[in-house]
């Protein structure tokens, strides 16, 4: 069974950074595509970037703009998603998923996620 949990959220003011950590369990990264999205109260969660099992990335070109990065560490256990100039519209829940079965900017192709970590970008 996979389980995923996620870490590194927090209050962070406009222009800071942070990086998000996706540790798995029954799992290891490099097995299959895998990603992280975002979602605000009560919107639908959004995709931010994905990285497939050969290490090639992806990302939404409407969030990232070269501020997030998305990487694997070298035992393939953990998933990052370092971020840097947050702006407040970057203020999310973020989750990490992986082992898509379709898209792999679609949320309804995951079939495992974490439980999501929030971040808070502050004035």
């Known amino acids: 069974q996979v389980q995923l949990v996620e870490s590194g959220g927090g209050l962070v003011q406009a222009g800071g950074s942070l990086r998000l950590s996706c540790a798995a369990s029954?799992?290891?990264?490099?097995?299959?595509?895998s990603a992280w999205f975002r979602q605000v109260a009560g919107g639908e969660r959004e995709f931010v970037a994905a990285?497939?099992?050969?290490?090639?990335?992806?990302h939404n070109p409407n969030i990232v703009k070269d501020r997030f990065t998305i990487f694997l560490d070298n035992e393939k256990t953990t998933l990052f998603l370092q971020m840097n100039s947050l702006n407040l519209e970057d203020t999310a829940v973020y989750y990490c998923?992986?082992?898509?079965?379709?898209?792999?900017?679609?949320?309804?192709?995951?079939?495992?996620w974490g439980q999501g970590t929030q971040v808070t970008v502050s004035l």
């Open positions: 990285i497939a099992a050969n290490g090639a990335s992806s």
């Open positions: 029954g799992h290891t990264f490099n097995r299959y595509t």
């Open positions: 998923a992986t082992r898509p079965w379709g898209k792999v900017t679609a949320a309804e192709s995951y079939q495992d």
